[in-house]
Protein backbone atom coordinates (compact mmCIF):
# COMPACT_ATOMS: atom_id res chain seq x y z
CA UNK A 1 0.00 0.00 0.00
CA UNK A 2 1.29 3.59 -0.72
CA UNK A 3 2.80 5.30 1.90
CA UNK A 4 4.55 8.81 2.72
CA UNK A 5 7.84 8.18 3.34
CA UNK A 6 9.99 10.84 6.11
CA UNK A 7 13.84 11.30 6.29
CA UNK A 8 15.09 11.65 8.77
CA UNK A 9 13.52 9.42 11.21
CA UNK A 10 15.69 11.80 14.11
CA UNK A 11 17.67 14.95 13.34
CA UNK A 12 19.67 16.66 16.39
CA UNK A 13 20.78 20.54 14.89
CA UNK A 14 22.27 22.84 17.11
CA UNK A 15 20.94 26.11 17.37
CA UNK A 16 21.18 28.49 14.51
CA UNK A 17 21.84 25.78 11.67
CA UNK A 18 19.87 25.44 9.03
CA UNK A 19 17.77 22.20 8.58
CA UNK A 20 16.08 20.46 5.63
CA UNK A 21 13.33 17.47 6.57
CA UNK A 22 12.72 15.47 3.27
CA UNK A 23 9.58 13.46 2.53
CA UNK A 24 8.44 11.28 -0.08
CA UNK A 25 4.07 12.12 -0.75
CA UNK A 26 2.30 9.05 -2.39
CA UNK A 27 2.88 9.34 -6.31
CA UNK A 28 -0.26 10.51 -7.54
CA UNK A 29 -1.24 13.37 -4.46
CA UNK A 30 -1.29 16.59 -6.24
CA UNK A 31 -1.41 18.14 -2.26
CA UNK A 32 1.36 18.17 0.29
CA UNK A 33 1.44 19.83 3.58
CA UNK A 34 3.89 19.97 6.69
CA UNK A 35 2.44 20.15 10.17
CA UNK A 36 4.41 19.88 13.63
CA UNK A 37 3.50 18.53 17.28
CA UNK A 38 5.57 20.48 19.82
CA UNK A 39 5.81 17.29 22.41
CA UNK A 40 2.29 17.22 24.55
CA UNK A 41 0.63 19.63 22.48
CA UNK A 42 -1.55 19.14 19.62
CA UNK A 43 -0.72 19.56 15.71
CA UNK A 44 -0.45 21.89 13.79
CA UNK A 45 -0.43 23.16 10.47
CA UNK A 46 2.38 25.12 8.97
CA UNK A 47 1.77 24.89 5.03
CA UNK A 48 -0.05 23.05 2.32
CA UNK A 49 1.67 23.59 -1.08
CA UNK A 50 0.20 22.92 -4.62
CA UNK A 51 1.03 23.30 -8.20
CA UNK A 52 4.34 23.91 -7.19
CA UNK A 53 3.31 27.09 -4.65
CA UNK A 54 2.27 27.52 -1.24
CA UNK A 55 -1.38 27.48 -1.48
CA UNK A 56 -1.95 28.46 2.12
CA UNK A 57 0.40 28.66 5.47
CA UNK A 58 0.43 29.53 8.97
CA UNK A 59 1.51 32.65 11.11
CA UNK A 60 4.01 29.96 12.47
CA UNK A 61 5.32 29.48 9.00
CA UNK A 62 7.45 32.73 9.10
CA UNK A 63 10.38 33.57 6.83
CA UNK A 64 12.54 31.00 8.46
CA UNK A 65 10.96 28.73 7.00
CA UNK A 66 10.61 27.53 3.04
CA UNK A 67 9.22 24.48 1.19
CA UNK A 68 10.34 23.07 -1.93
CA UNK A 69 9.11 20.15 -4.34
CA UNK A 70 12.96 20.15 -6.08
CA UNK A 71 11.90 17.06 -8.54
CA UNK A 72 9.15 14.91 -9.16
CA UNK A 73 9.24 13.14 -6.03
CA UNK A 74 10.07 14.68 -2.96
CA UNK A 75 9.31 17.51 -0.97
CA UNK A 76 11.35 18.96 1.61
CA UNK A 77 10.97 22.09 4.41
CA UNK A 78 14.02 23.89 5.07
CA UNK A 79 14.70 25.81 8.77
CA UNK A 80 16.90 28.41 7.82
CA UNK A 81 18.15 29.14 11.26
CA UNK A 82 16.79 26.97 13.70
CA UNK A 83 15.50 28.18 17.44
CA UNK A 84 15.18 25.67 20.39
CA UNK A 85 11.53 26.26 19.76
CA UNK A 86 11.94 24.81 17.14
CA UNK A 87 12.23 21.07 18.46
CA UNK A 88 8.72 19.04 17.76
CA UNK A 89 7.50 16.36 14.99
CA UNK A 90 7.15 17.59 11.92
CA UNK A 91 4.59 15.76 9.65
CA UNK A 92 4.14 15.38 6.04
CA UNK A 93 1.18 14.74 4.44
CA UNK A 94 -0.18 14.60 1.22
CA UNK A 95 -3.80 14.07 -0.65
CA UNK A 96 -5.28 13.60 -3.96
CA UNK A 97 -7.56 16.64 -3.65
CA UNK A 98 -8.55 19.66 -1.07
CA UNK A 99 -8.98 18.73 2.34
CA UNK A 100 -11.98 20.77 2.18
CA UNK A 101 -13.65 18.39 -0.64
CA UNK A 102 -13.32 15.58 1.93
CA UNK A 103 -10.18 13.92 0.34
CA UNK A 104 -8.45 11.29 2.55
CA UNK A 105 -4.82 12.84 3.97
CA UNK A 106 -1.93 10.66 4.56
CA UNK A 107 0.47 11.53 7.34
CA UNK A 108 4.05 10.03 6.85
CA UNK A 109 6.17 8.50 10.13
CA UNK A 110 7.13 12.19 11.36
CA UNK A 111 10.63 13.32 11.48
CA UNK A 112 11.83 14.45 15.29
CA UNK A 113 13.90 17.22 15.21
CA UNK A 114 15.61 18.62 17.97
CA UNK A 115 17.51 21.93 18.74
CA UNK A 116 20.39 21.93 21.31
CA UNK B 1 -12.54 32.28 16.44
CA UNK B 2 -12.02 28.72 15.05
CA UNK B 3 -11.70 26.32 17.69
CA UNK B 4 -11.81 22.59 18.02
CA UNK B 5 -12.17 21.24 21.54
CA UNK B 6 -11.78 17.64 23.02
CA UNK B 7 -13.50 15.90 26.27
CA UNK B 8 -12.16 14.31 27.70
CA UNK B 9 -8.68 15.26 27.84
CA UNK B 10 -7.79 11.33 28.65
CA UNK B 11 -9.72 8.26 29.53
CA UNK B 12 -8.60 5.01 30.99
CA UNK B 13 -10.90 1.92 30.07
CA UNK B 14 -10.77 -1.71 30.42
CA UNK B 15 -10.21 -3.86 27.27
CA UNK B 16 -13.49 -5.06 26.10
CA UNK B 17 -15.35 -2.28 27.01
CA UNK B 18 -17.02 0.98 24.91
CA UNK B 19 -16.20 4.24 25.13
CA UNK B 20 -17.57 7.38 23.72
CA UNK B 21 -15.18 10.51 23.25
CA UNK B 22 -16.30 14.32 22.73
CA UNK B 23 -15.88 16.98 20.08
CA UNK B 24 -17.00 20.23 19.78
CA UNK B 25 -16.32 23.03 17.44
CA UNK B 26 -16.94 26.70 16.22
CA UNK B 27 -15.04 26.54 13.28
CA UNK B 28 -17.48 28.48 10.34
CA UNK B 29 -18.00 27.91 7.16
CA UNK B 30 -18.14 24.29 7.89
CA UNK B 31 -16.95 21.71 5.12
CA UNK B 32 -16.08 17.89 6.77
CA UNK B 33 -14.90 16.73 10.44
CA UNK B 34 -12.73 13.72 10.44
CA UNK B 35 -11.49 11.84 12.98
CA UNK B 36 -8.02 10.50 13.56
CA UNK B 37 -6.03 8.03 15.08
CA UNK B 38 -2.33 8.97 16.61
CA UNK B 39 -0.36 6.48 18.21
CA UNK B 40 2.41 7.50 20.28
CA UNK B 41 5.27 9.31 18.17
CA UNK B 42 3.61 8.16 15.05
CA UNK B 43 1.27 9.93 12.31
CA UNK B 44 -2.06 10.31 12.15
CA UNK B 45 -4.12 7.65 10.92
CA UNK B 46 -7.59 8.65 9.33
CA UNK B 47 -10.52 6.71 10.94
CA UNK B 48 -13.49 8.47 9.16
CA UNK B 49 -14.20 12.04 7.01
CA UNK B 50 -17.79 13.67 7.40
CA UNK B 51 -19.62 16.26 6.15
CA UNK B 52 -22.08 18.31 6.74
CA UNK B 53 -24.97 15.67 5.25
CA UNK B 54 -24.01 12.89 7.08
CA UNK B 55 -24.99 12.04 10.55
CA UNK B 56 -23.46 8.67 11.17
CA UNK B 57 -20.52 7.22 9.95
CA UNK B 58 -18.72 3.67 10.63
CA UNK B 59 -15.80 2.01 10.16
CA UNK B 60 -14.76 -0.74 11.70
CA UNK B 61 -15.41 -0.66 15.52
CA UNK B 62 -15.09 3.09 14.97
CA UNK B 63 -19.01 4.88 14.90
CA UNK B 64 -18.46 8.77 14.34
CA UNK B 65 -21.69 10.89 14.89
CA UNK B 66 -21.57 14.26 13.66
CA UNK B 67 -24.62 17.12 14.38
CA UNK B 68 -23.99 20.22 12.30
CA UNK B 69 -26.56 22.32 14.11
CA UNK B 70 -24.88 21.94 17.66
CA UNK B 71 -21.65 21.76 15.96
CA UNK B 72 -20.77 18.69 18.38
CA UNK B 73 -19.45 15.14 17.06
CA UNK B 74 -18.45 12.08 18.71
CA UNK B 75 -16.45 8.93 17.92
CA UNK B 76 -17.45 5.57 19.77
CA UNK B 77 -15.39 2.83 20.12
CA UNK B 78 -17.22 -0.94 20.57
CA UNK B 79 -15.52 -3.69 22.51
CA UNK B 80 -11.95 -2.05 23.02
CA UNK B 81 -8.77 -3.65 22.56
CA UNK B 82 -5.21 -2.88 23.95
CA UNK B 83 -3.83 -1.97 20.34
CA UNK B 84 -6.90 0.78 20.89
CA UNK B 85 -4.65 2.95 23.19
CA UNK B 86 -3.80 5.62 20.84
CA UNK B 87 -4.66 9.40 20.96
CA UNK B 88 -7.62 10.25 19.08
CA UNK B 89 -7.83 13.90 17.03
CA UNK B 90 -10.90 15.61 15.81
CA UNK B 91 -10.09 17.77 12.85
CA UNK B 92 -12.34 20.28 11.30
CA UNK B 93 -11.84 21.80 7.86
CA UNK B 94 -13.66 25.14 6.93
CA UNK B 95 -15.24 25.69 3.18
CA UNK B 96 -13.34 28.88 2.69
CA UNK B 97 -9.79 27.31 3.44
CA UNK B 98 -9.35 24.63 1.27
CA UNK B 99 -6.19 22.91 2.14
CA UNK B 100 -5.98 24.43 5.62
CA UNK B 101 -7.76 22.42 8.63
CA UNK B 102 -7.75 22.64 12.35
CA UNK B 103 -6.75 20.36 14.91
CA UNK B 104 -8.61 19.59 18.09
CA UNK B 105 -6.44 18.76 21.37
CA UNK B 106 -7.35 14.84 20.64
CA UNK B 107 -8.28 12.91 23.58
CA UNK B 108 -5.60 9.60 24.82
CA UNK B 109 -6.78 6.78 25.11
CA UNK B 110 -5.45 3.90 27.58
CA UNK B 111 -6.95 0.61 27.12
CA UNK B 112 -5.91 -1.66 30.06
CA UNK B 113 -6.16 -5.86 30.67
Known amino acids: EPEVTQTPSHQVTQMGQEVILRCVPI?????FYWYRQILGQKVEFLVS????????KSEIFDDQFSVERPDGSNFTLKIRSTKLEDSAMYFC??????????????FGPGTRLTVT | KNQVEQSPQSLIILEGKNCTLQ??????????LRWYKQDTGRGPVSLTI?????NTKSNGRYTATLDADTKQSSLHITASQLSDSASYIC????????????FGPGTSLSVIP
Open chain 2, 23 to 32: CNYTVSPFSN
Open chain 1, 93 to 106: ASSEGRLADSYEQY
Open chain 1, 27 to 31: SNHLY
Open chain 2, 50 to 54: MTFSE
Open chain 1, 49 to 56: FYNNEISE
Open chain 2, 91 to 102: VVSRKTSYDKVI
